[in-house]
C-alpha cells in the first residue's frame, strides 16, 4: 500500500496530492532557506495563524453572496488577505512602536487566530458551516480533497516555485551579504518583501495539506537542517529544497493509505526526521562530527605535550598523556621511552621551536591573528621548503648567539 | 441575571481573569527580554504532555494531565537549548523545530488512541471549554458563603487561583532580580545577580500560569494574554511597576470585556447562540494593544 503511495499508483487524486506535496514542501524549503539566514524564520508563524480569520470571512462573505463558501480558491484568497494584513501589523508594530519583533509576532498571530476561532463559533451556527469542514485546514487534511483542489494547489506550487527562480539571484545576493548587494543597487526592502510574499503563498497553498498550525515546520525545519551540511548558500538552499520536497511526498504518501490520521503531522514528522539525522551526522556541523572533533583535538594535545616533556628528559604525570603514549608505543610500561618515541619526541621539539620561531616573526611584522594553535600541526605540511630553511637559520643564529 | 449568572457566568469570567492575570505577570518580563514566543511554544507542546499522560493514566484527571504537560513544558525547554548549543542554532529557529514538532507528535498520538470517550481533542486544547466550566450546585449569589456549594466549583478555579498566587509571590520575592535581569542582564550579572537561575525561573513560571490555564481556557488565550496586556502596558509607561499593575488591569479588563461581547452580545442583537469567549477575550486584548500603539504616550522607541 505504501510503495502504491510511494511509487504515485494510488489514483489520479492521490498522485496530484503527493505532487502538490512535494513541490510544495519544495518551495517551503527554499523560503525557508531565505528566512532563516535572514534571521526571520519566526515570522512565518505570524503569517501562517494570521490565515484564520480570513477563512472564516471569506466563508461568511461567499455565504452571504450566496456562492458556496466551501470552493477552495475563495477561501484561500480570503485567507491570503488576512495572513497579509497580519504581516503588515507586525512590521507595523515593530517600526512605529518600541515592541521587539517577538512581541510584535506573539501579540499578532495570538488574537488573529482568536478572532479566527471567534468567527468559527459563527459560522458552526450557519447549517451550511457545519458541513464546511474548515477545522481540516487547522491540521491539514488531503482525504477526499477534490481533483480540482489538487490541481489548483499543484499549479499554484508551481507558479511560486517560479517566482523564486526568477529572483534567486537578488535573493541570494542579499542574504549571503546586504551591504555589498546595496552597492550593486538592489534594494534590500524589496527583497525581503518578495521573501515573504512567497512565504506566505507557501503558506497559504499548505493550508489544505499540512494545515496552518504546522506549516511553520515545513518553512523552519528543511532549512535548518539543510544548515548542517554546508556553509555554502547555495548548497544549503539545494539540500533544503530537496528536503522539503523529500518530506512533503514521503509523508502526503504516508497519509495517503492512512485516511485516518491528519497530513500534517506526518509531514511534520518526516521533516524532523531528517532535521535530527542532519543534526546527528552531518559532517563538520553534526554532533558527533564536532564530538570527534573535539576527541581528535583533545588527543593531538596530549601527544605533543607528552612528545615535549620526553624531549626535555621532564617527568609525565597526566594518567590521559601516559596511556596515549604508551598505546602508541612510545614509552615502555615503566615509563622509559622507546627509540622510536625518542626520535618523535625530538622531532616534535624541533616541530615546535620551528614554530615558535615563526610565529615570533610574525609577531614582530603584526600578522599573528593569535587564533591558530600551530605546534600541533606538523610545519613541514604547512610551510613551503623555503620558510623552513630560513626559520633554521635564524634558530642557529639564536643558538650561535647564546652561547 | 441572578442565579443563572452565578450558575453559569460566574465561575467561566472568574477563571478566565485569573488566567489572564497568571499568565500577563510573567509576560511582563518575558516581553523586555525578548523571550516573548516562550509562551507560544509552550502553550504547543503542552499538548503531547497531555496526551501521554491520558495515555498512561487512561483517565483526564486533573493531576497526572498538569504534570504531563509540565513535563513537556520542561522537555521542550531542554531541548531547544540542547538544539540551539550543540547544532549552534539561533533560538528562534530552534524554538520553532521543537514546538512543531512536538505538537504534530501530540496531534498524531491523540488520532491514533480512541479518545473518543473522553473530551480531548485538538480544538479543545486550543480553543479550550470555558463554557463548560459551570457551578450547577450554585444558588444565586448566596452560594459563594455556603462552604458546602462552593467545593463543587470547577476544579480549574483553584488551581488557577492557586497558579496566580504562586505566581504572585513568586513576582514579588524576586522582583529585583527579575526586574534587573529584564533590563540589563549584563549589569545584573556584574552585581552577583544569578542571571540563569532567575531567568529559567522565570520560564518555568510561564510554564505553569501556561500549564493551569491551558484546558480552562485553551492555548490562544494563553499566548495572548502572555503578551498583549504586557506589551500595551509597555506603550503607556515607562516605569516597570506601573507597568505590571497596569498590564493585570488590562488582563481584568479585556477578560471583562471580551466575556460580556461573546456571552451577551449576540443575545442583545437578536441571535441566540453565544461566541467563542476565549477567542473574543484575546481579540479584546488584541484591541487594547492596537489603541495603545496607536495613541499611547510611550509608544516610541526613545533614542
Known amino acids: ?403 | 441575571m441572578g442565579s443563572e449568572f452565578v450558575a453559569l457566568g460566574l465561575t467561566p469570567v472568574l477563571i478566565s481573569a485569573f488566567a489572564g492575570m497568571a499568565c500577563a505577570l510573567p509576560g511582563n518580563f518575558l516581553v523586555l527580554r525578548k523571550q516573548a514566543l516562550i509562551g507560544d511554544a509552550i502553550s504547543h507542546v503542552v499538548l503531547p504532555g497531555i496526551v501521554v499522560a491520558y495515555l498512561l493514566t487512561g483517565q483526564v484527571s486533573t493531576w497526572p494531565m498538569m504534570l504531563g504537560a509540565a513535563g513537556a513544558a520542561v522537555i521542550s525547554v531542554v531541548l531547544i537549548e540542547m538544539i540551539r548549543r550543540l547544532g549552534r542554532i539561533e533560538y528562534g529557529a530552534a524554538m520553532g523545530v521543537i514546538f512543531t514538532t512536538m505538537f504534530a507528535a501530540g496531534v498524531l498520538l491523540l488520532e491514533q488512541s480512541d479518545t473518543s470517550r473522553v473530551h480531548l481533542d485538538v480544538e479543545h486544547a486550543l480553543f479550550g471549554n470555558l463554557e463548560t466550566l459551570i457551578w450547577l450546585q450554585s444558588d444565586g449569589w448566596g452560594s459563594l458563603l455556603d462552604p458546602l456549594s462552593l467545593a463543587q466549583l470547577p476544579p480549574q478555579f483553584f488551581r488557577m487561583v492557586i497558579a496566580f498566587f504562586v505566581i504572585s509571590a513568586f513576582t514579588y520575592i524576586f522582583w529585583r532580580p527579575l526586574v534587573l535581569i529584564s533590563f540589563d542582564e549584563a549589569y545584573a550579572r556584574t552585581i552577583g545577580t544569578q542571571a540563569t537561575v532567575v531567568g529559567f525561573l522565570l520560564v518555568v513560571l510561564a510554564a505553569m500560569a501556561a500549564v493551569a490555564a491551558f484546558d480552562a481556557v485553551g492555548s490562544i488565550i494563553v499566548i495572548a494574554m502572555i503578551l498583549c496586556p504586557p506589551a500595551t502596558a509597555r506603550l503607556l509607561t515607562n516605569d516597570i511597576k506601573t507597568q505590571v499593575f497596569l498590564s493585570l488591569i488590562l488582563a481584568l479588563g479585556a477578560t471583562l470585556i471580551g466575556y460580556v461581547v461573546a456571552g451577551y452580545l449576540p443575545l442583545w442583537l437578536g441571535y441566540s447562540n453565544t461566541l467563542s469567549a476565549a477567542g473574543m477575550i484575546a481579540t479584546v486584548s488584541g484591541l487594547l494593544l492596537a489603541s495603545s500603539a496607536i495613541y499611547g504616550r510611550h509608544r516610541k522607541r526613545v533614542i
Open chain 1, 1 to 403: 500500500m505504501l510503495w502504491a503511495a510511494l511509487s504515485l499508483s494510488l489514483g489520479y487524486n492521490a498522485t496530484l496530492v503527493t505532487l502538490g506535496a512535494s513541490l510544495l514542501g519544495a518551495a517551503a524549503g527554499m523560503a525557508g532557506t531565505f528566512l532563516y539566514l535572514r534571521k526571520n524564520a519566526l515570522i512565518s508563524d505570524a503569517i501562517s495563524h494570521a490565515t484564520l480569520p480570513g477563512l472564516g470571512f471569506a466563508f461568511l462573505v461567499a455565504f452571504g453572496f450566496g456562492i458556496d463558501g466551501r470552493q477552495l480558491l475563495i477561501l484561500l484568497s480570503g485567507s491570503a488577505l488576512s495572513a497579509a494584513l497580519g504581516l503588515y501589523f507586525v512590521n507595523w508594530l515593530t517600526r512605529e512602536t518600541r515592541l521587539t519583533q517577538d512581541t510584535a509576532i506573539g501579540c499578532v498571530l495570538s488574537v488573529f487566530f482568536a478572532f479566527g476561532v471567534v468567527l468559527l463559533t459563527i459560522i458552526q451556527v450557519i447549517p451550511a458551516g457545519r458541513k464546511a469542514g474548515l477545522e481540516s485546514f487547522l491540521l491539514g487534511s488531503t482525504a477526499g480533497m477534490l481533483y480540482s483542489d489538487a490541481l489548483l494547489i499543484l499549479i499554484l506550487s508551481i507558479i511560486t516555485a517560479l517566482v523564486l527562480f526568477v529572483f534567486l539571484r537578488p535573493i541570494k545576493l542579499v542574504v549571503f551579504d546586504q551591504g555589498y548587494s546595496e552597492t550593486l543597487g538592489i534594494s534590500v526592502r524589496r527583497v525581503d518583501f518578495i521573501i515573504l510574499m512567497v512565504t506566505l503563498a507557501v503558506t497559504v497553498l499548505g493550508m489544505k495539506i499540512v494545515g496552518l498550525i504546522l506549516i511553520v515546520a515545513l518553512l523552519i525545519i528543511p532549512a535548518v537542517s539543510a544548515r548542517f551540511w554546508s556553509e555554502r548558500t547555495n548548497i544549503i538552499l539545494v539540500t533544503a529544497t530537496l528536503f522539503g520536497a523529500l518530506s512533503g511526498y514521503i509523508g502526503s504518501a504516508i497519509s495517503a493509505v492512512s485516511p485516518g490520521l491528519p497530513t500534517g503531522p506526518i509531514i511534520v514528522l518526516c521533516c524532523f526526521g531528517l532535521f535530527l539525522f542532519s543534526f546527528l551526522f552531518a559532517p563538520k556541523r553534526g554532533v558527533l562530527a564536532v564530538a570527534l572533533d573535539h576527541y581528535r583535538f583533545q588527543k593531538a594535545v596530549h601527544l605533543t605535550q607528552g612528545l615535549l616533556s620526553m624531549a626535555a628528559a621532564q617527568p609525565i604525570y597526566e594518567p590521559k598523556t601516559q596511556r596515549l603514549l604508551r598505546r602508541l608505543g612510545y614509552i615502555r610500561a615503566d615509563g622509559v621511552a622507546t627509540e622510536t618515541g625518542k626520535s618523535l619526541a625530538a622531532k616534535t621539539l624541533l616541530n615546535e621551536k620551528r614554530w615558535s620561531y615563526w610565529q615570533e616573526i610574525l609577531k614582530e611584522s603584526d600578522q599573528l591573528d593569535g587564533q591558530a594553535v600551530f605546534n600541533l600541526m606538523d610545519i613541514e605540511t604547512k610551510l613551503t621548503p623555503d620558510q623552513i630553511k630560513s626559520i633554521d637559520q635564524g634558530l642557529a643564529l639564536k643558538q650561535g648567539e647564546r652561547m
